[in-house]
Every structure is written in structure tokens, then in C-alpha cells.
């Protein structure tokens, strides 16, 4: 039974009863409309909702998004709550979102738990509420509540919920607290959907307008929503009801809604493989080598999750700065309202620095997060397997280094794993899980369990120059390189990535993290660079000339006063002049152009990666670039947009482009399987 129903004297209970997380499915829809049918019929004062397992409801199961609707629907049931002659209290716990939150909207009464979150984040999956969320809202939290709750779907706590009078009450027990509601207060409460509906104010709908083309730019259901809330303004509440759920419905087959609910999936999907059923080794002291920006972060990651945290460096000035940097995270969190004072001392209690690696002899994890060079990270591997104990875990944060060497520095590389974190390491979600020749699952599973610990998407990735991310990114910037010197400016590219949907260009995202790391990649690489494969020297004249980025005042950018960036000429005459030397006839590209050859660039290069195996499929690939990279999440991630055109017009492309330059645009063999058998990217493994 997805949803019971009880009685103790003239209360009725109706419990919401679906794990995991009372999904509103066909059985939970077709148990309240019974519920609503067995109250009226025992003669009960009043029903008590609310959900087993601490939590309301998690809204309407996407699962079902896929097929056609099936009776009962929501909208017909909740009318059904609102309009009995028998009150409904919802008592809320955990959480009410989407069409849990509706349910409660077509109560009379709402009570919550001071831990519990109501909201509307359906715009998250590409939907609108679908089930009288933008009619009913509006009616009692006012025009301005309802556009922020509904346009942008963020939950709010019950707190806000009190003071925005979306809820009566906050209560430790907000079922006993219906029970307790006096008779007389419950038969004042009218229907919400009898509220008067608020006034048109043209600037608040502007305001949220302006809201939305900053925040969700290029994602069509905020709009929508928008629009059914200013419409059903100005109707019946059935008519209104009837334009929302004919929206919503629309959306639910949409191209973006499709690509959320994936990557809501897929990072759901982000878990140890079924089969490792290797035991993780106990985690509760954990090093971290290096006290930088990654390896702060990493500690604080860590003390966030309850981990004691002890942060190796080299002498008392790393210490200092390791101490500093810590305390800066842990002050921000705190400015920022993420952890009061008391949590603030804790986490600090937990932590220290030192140069001393006895004092981390008991720990059972070590994450070094020193300088990207190889004999460093020997040096501190050596160091380190001195230092813990032999079922110590020993990870490497390396970018790009080989795993496989750095493993070699010990005498068992079965110890040793990438835990490849993001800047800012406490906030990025996407942990890359590079797995060497001879990692074990003990160091793989404690890997996951570390990933699921921080709150990460933990994602495995095969040992290559760059793993699954950072080779992306170097194919990125090579394609984005080419068109520069044929023809292009930084500024035209990036400007169309962001059309496409990233929040930043890869020349901005460049000037952030400084054109040195980039280059010192490529300098690495020369030994092994394909002679035969074109190269593109733009970027080093740029490093020879000390534009570095945003920290030197100039990169492919100015930043006149440290302030916002501007295009530099200067810049762009360096392509010019290097395409003189090299006899080039430059062209020039549409923002069309520009996208397909950068995102055709790197959809070559993930099919190369997920037939090497480097990663274990596709959906993964899409949680790197989304979670790591800025993809836009509305587009699904690399390879669900790769479907989206389709592997034989990707192929018929790729062959036009090799016609320019064979070994660049080298068809991927994964892709012409694809096309040549009419599959999915999406569903190709590897090889
Ligand atoms: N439908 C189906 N499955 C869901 C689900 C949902 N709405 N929410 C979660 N799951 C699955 C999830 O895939 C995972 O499955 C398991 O539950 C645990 O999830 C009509 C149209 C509720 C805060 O957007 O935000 O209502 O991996 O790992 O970390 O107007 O789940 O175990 O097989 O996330 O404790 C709107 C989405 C829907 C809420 C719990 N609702 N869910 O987090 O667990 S549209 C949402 C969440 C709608 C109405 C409209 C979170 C959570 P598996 P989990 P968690």
C-alpha cells in the first residue's frame, strides 16, 4: 500500500507511504483519492497527511515522465483534498517538493517541522508544478514569493515558510500538532484556492523576468512559469489550472526536460559499481599533502564531513599558510551562514598542520595535493608510506600526472589512487576516481565511500594524459585555438559558448585560472606531441609575453584597475601576425561555426575516451563535463547532446572536417560504429 489510512476516534491519518522518498506515483495518487473518498464516508472531523520515513513527499515520479499520463491525476486529486467538506492538515517533515508541496497547498492547514524544506524545483527538471503549484501559490504567499519559489526552485525552510505565511505553523511534531489544533480555528480556514488572487505589479513581473534571463539563461520552463503564474492571474482558478497543466505536459516531452531528468540520473547513478564488493579500509584521520588553495579546500571537504584532518607541508611557513588558508574557508562558511560559531570550533578542533608526519601514523588516508611535478609527488609518496600504516590508502589530487608512475614510488601500488578534486575543492561536486593498473578495490571502494562521504558525484576514470575532464578541456582549447589563428577572436568564441549555454567562454575561464598551467601542460607534453599534428603557438607567445591572465592585469582579456575584462587588440593581432607566418587565409566564422567545431572537437575526443575505456560510459562522461566543467546541465552533458544531432550527421561533419586536417578531426571509431549502426553514443560502451 502506497498510502495508509487510519483512524484513532474522529482523526482520520492518511501516511504517504513510498520509499525511498514517497515519490508521487500512480499507487500514491490512486491511495489518496481513496483517502479522500474513505474520510468523507467515516464521518471524521478532520485528516491528518503527512509521510512515512521523515520525509513528506519528493514530488511526482519522474520515472512516469517518460509515458503518458495515468488517471488519477494529480490536479483531479488534489481538488478533490481541497474542496472536501472534510479539512486536511498536512503535517510536513523532511521535505514537500513539487507535488509533495502541492498536496500541502491544497490542505487547509500546513504545519511543518523546523528541519523540514518546502518548494518547487520542478524547473529544475525542465517542468512546471503541474498539479496547481502556480495558481495556488500566488493565492497565499503573494505575486513576489511565488515567482522567486516557482522560477528559480529553491526549497525554503520552515522558518521562511512561517514568515511568508506558507505555512500556519512550525511544530517538533507536526502531527500531534494538527491533532492539538483546536475545532473552531480549523473550520475558519478557507480553501486556498478561494484566497483572492494578488495584484498584477508589471515590476515585480520584470524583476523576476530580469531574474531568470541571469540565472537560468537559455532554459525555457522558468519563463514558462512565469507566464502561467502572470495568466492565471487573470482567470478562473479552474481555467488557470487547465493552461498549467497543459504546459507542463508540453514541457515534460521537452529536449531540456529530457536532459535534466538525465543528469538527475546520472548523478544519481554516481556510485560504486555493483560489483566491487571490496571492504573500504575504516576512515577517520585523514593526510592531506600541501596546504595550497586545493589541498585547504580538500581539508575542509574533509572537516565538513566529520573527518579528523591533519595537513602535511615542507616547513613553518607552509604550516602558517596551511593554517591561514583553512581558517579563511572556515570564516567565509561562516560569514556566509553555512556553519555557526560552535560548528566553526569544532571543525577546528579537528584540524592541524605540521611538518611532522608521525603525527599522522594513524591515519588511513592520505591525499596529497602538493606541486605537479613528479619527483615532488615521489618524494611524498615515498614519504608518506613511511609514515602510515601499510593498509593506509595513498591517493594522489594529480591533474594530469600518470597514476601509474607515481604509484611506483612505492612498494605497493595497489595502495595507491587518484582523488581528483575541482577549485574550490569544498564546494565543486565532481570528484574524478582515477583508478591505476594496479589499484585495488579496497583503495577503489574506500574511494566511493570518501565520494559519498563529501557529498560528491564520485566518478572512476581510467589512467591517460588528463583523464576523462582535463583531456576534454585540452581538445576544447586546441579547437578553440585553431579557430583563433584561422580566424576568430577569443572574444568571438566566447561569446558563442556562452550562446550555447556555458556561463563563461574558454578564454575568460583561461584568464581565471591563469594561462601557465596550460602551458606547462603543453611543455610537458612536447617530448610525446605528434610531430605531424598542427600546433598552435598563439598561447605561448601570450605566456612569453607575461599575460598570464586576470593575476598579471592581462591575458586574452585586459582588466583595466583589476576591474571587469575587455578586449585586448593586441591579442587579436597576435593571431593575425601568426597566421602571416604561417600563410594562413583567414576565415570567418559564425558563432555557428565557432559551436559545431568546438563541440564536434569534443564529442570526438569523449568517444575516443569511453572506447579506451578510460571511463565507464557515457552518462559519466556527461556528470565530468557538467559537474566539472560548466556544461551546461539543460543540454544533458557532452554525450546525451551528442544524441540530440545524432551520430551519422556528427560522422558526416567529422568527414568534412578531416578534408582540412586529417589528424586533428580523425574520425573516433566508436562514432562510426554509431552511425553505421543507428545507435546511441549515449548507450556505447567500451570497447
Ligand atoms: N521521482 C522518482 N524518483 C526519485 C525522485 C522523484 N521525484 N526523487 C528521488 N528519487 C529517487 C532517486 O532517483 C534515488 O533513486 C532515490 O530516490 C533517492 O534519491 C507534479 C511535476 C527528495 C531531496 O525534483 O530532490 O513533482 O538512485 O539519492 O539525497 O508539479 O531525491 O536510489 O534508485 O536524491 O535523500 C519534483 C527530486 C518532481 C525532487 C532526496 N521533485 N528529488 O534526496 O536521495 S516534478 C523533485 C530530490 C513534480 C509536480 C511536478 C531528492 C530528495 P536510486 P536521492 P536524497
Avoid at 115 to 132: C, D, M, N, Q, W
Avoid at 613 to 642: C, E, K, Q, T
Wanted: glycine share 10%; with cysteine; aromatic share 6%.
Amino acid at each position: 500500500m502506497s498510502v495508509t489510512t487510519r483512524r484513532e476516534d474522529n482523526v482520520g491519518y492518511v501516511t504517504i507511504d513510498s520509499p525511498p522518498v514517497n515519490a508521487i506515483g500512480r499507487s500514491v495518487r490512486t491511495g489518496l483519492r481513496d483517502a479522500v473518498t474513505w474520510a468523507e464516508q467515516s464521518n471524521l472531523e478532520r485528516v491528518i497527511i503527512s509521510g512515512a520515513g521523515g520525509m513528506f513527499a519528493a514530488g511526482a515520479d519522474t520515472k512516469e515522465f517518460d509515458s503518458d499520463p495515468v488517471e488519477p491525476h494529480l490536479p483531479d486529486v488534489l481538488n478533490a483534498i481541497d474542496q472536501s467538506f472534510i479539512p486536511w492538515i498536512a503535517a510536513i517533515e523532511g521535505v514537500a517538493l513539487g507535488g509533495g508541496a502541492e498536496i500541502a497547498l491544497a490542505c487547509d492547514m500546513r504545519i511543518m517541522a523546523p528541519s523540514a524544506s518546502i518548494g518547487f524545483p520542478e524547473v529544475t527538471l525542465g517542468v512546471i508544478p503541474g498539479a496547481g503549484g502556480t495558481q495556488r501559490l500566488p493565492r497565499l504567499v503573494g505575486l513576489a514569493n511565488a515567482l522567486d519559489m516557482i522560477t528559480l526552485g529553491k526549497p525554503v525552510k520552515a522558518q521562511l515558510a512561517l514568515d511568508i505565511g506558507l505555512v500556519h505553523a512550525v511544530d517538533e511534531d507536526p502531527v500531534y500538532a494538527a491533532f492539538m489544533v483546536n475545532s473552531e480555528a480549523l473550520g475558519s480556514f478557507v480553501s486556498v484556492r478561494d484566497l483572492p488572487v494578488p495584484m498584477l505589479d508589471a515590476a515585480i513581473l520584470n524583476a523576476a523576468r530580469e531574474r531568470i534571463n541571469s540565472k537560468s539563461s537559455g532554459q525555457i520552463a522558468p519563463h514558462k512559469a512565469l507566464d502561467i503564474i502572470e495568466a492565471g492571474i487573470g482567470l478562473p482558478f479552474l481555467e488557470g489550472l487547465d493552461i498549467e497543466r497543459k504546459t507542463f505536459l508540453t514541457l515534460r516531452g521537452s529536449e531540456q526536460a529530457k536532459a535534466l531528468r538525465h543528469v538527475f540520473f546520472a548523478e544519481r547513478g554516481a556510485k560504486a559499481p555493483a560489483d566491487l564488493t571490496a571492504k573500504p579500509v575504516e576512515l577517520a584521520h585523514v593526510a592531506v599533502v600541501g596546504g595550497g588553495l586545493m589541498g585547504s579546500g580538500i581539508a575542509y571537504a574533509l572537516l565538513n564531513s566529520g573527518f579528523r584532518v591533519t595537513i602535511l607541508e615542507t616547513d613553518d611557513d607552509g604550516v602558517e599558510r596551511a593554517c591561514t588558508n583553512v581558517d579563511t574557508i572556515i570564516a567565509a562558511s561562516l560569514k556566509r551562514g553555512l556553519i555557526d560559531e560552535a560548528g566553526s570550533n569544532e571543525r577546528r578542533k579537528r584540524f592541524a598542520a605540521t611538518t611532522n608526519y608521525n603525527n599522522v601514523s594513524d591515519a588511513t588516508l592520505a591525499i596529497e595535493a602538493a606541486y605537479e611535478s613528479m619527483d615532488v609527488k615521489r618524494t611524498v609518496f615515498a614519504a608518506l608510506e613511511q609514515a602510515l600504516p601499510a593498509h593506509a590508502i595513498l591517493a594522489s589530487n594529480t591533474s594530469y600526472l600518470d597514476l601509474n608512475e607515481i604509484a611506483r614510488s612505492v612498494s605497493d601500488p595497489s595502495r595507491v589512487i587518484g582523488l581528483h578534486f575541482f577549485a574550490p575543492a569544498h564546494i565543486m561536486k565532481l570528484l574524478e576516481i582515477v583508478v591505476g593498473a594496479h589499484t585495488s578495490d579496497t583503495a577503489l571502494a574506500t574511494g566511493f565511500v570518501l565520494g559519498k562521504r563529501l557529498r560528491k558525484i564520485p566518478v572512476a576514470v581510467g589512467v591517460c594524459d588528463g583523464f576523462v575532464g582535463n583531456r576534454i578541456l585540452a581538445r576544447y582549447r586546441e579547437a578553440a585555438d585553431t579557430i583563433f589563428m584561422d580566424g576568430s577572436t577569443p572574444w568571438d568564441i566566447d561569446e558563442a559558448m556562452v550562446e550555447f549555454g556555458y556561463a563563461m567562454g574558454p578564454y575568460a575561464a583561461q584568464d581565471l585560472s591563469g594561462l601557465d598551467i596550460a602551458h606547462a601542460n603543453r611543455r610537458r607534453q612536447d617530448a610525446t606531441r605528434d610531430p605531424a599534428r598542427r600546433y598552435i603557438p598563439i598561447a605561448d607567445r601570450m605566456v612569453e609575453l607575461g599575460k598570464l591572465g586576470r593575476k598579471t592585469g592581462a591575458g586574452w582579456y585586459r582588466y583595466p584597475g583589476g576591474g571587469g575584462r575587455v578586449d585586448d587588440p593586441i591579442v587579436a593581432d597576435l593571431a593575425l601576425e601568426e597566421a602571416h607566418f604561417a600563410g594562413i587565409k583567414r576565415v570567418d566564422y559564425s558563432a555557428d561555426e565557432i559551436r559545431e567545431r568546438v563541440l564536434l572537437a569534443m564529442i570526438n575526443e569523449a568517444a575516443d575516451i569511453l572506447q579506451e575505456g578510460i571511463a565507464r560510459n557515457a552518462s559519466d562522461i556527461d556528470l565530468v563535463l557538467v559537474f566539472g566543467y560548466g556544461f551546461p546541465r539543460w543540454r544533458g552533458g557532452l554525450m546525451h547532446y551528442a544524441d540530440t544531432l545524432g551520430a551519422k550527421t556528427i560522422v558526416a561533419r567529422l568527414e568534412e572536417l578531416c578534408k582540412e586536417d586529417p589528424i586533428a578531426w580523425k574520425i573516433s571509431p566508436l562514432l562510426q560504429q554509431c552511425a553505421a549502426n543507428g545507435t546511441l553514443i549515449s548507450d556505447a560502451a567500451p570497447a
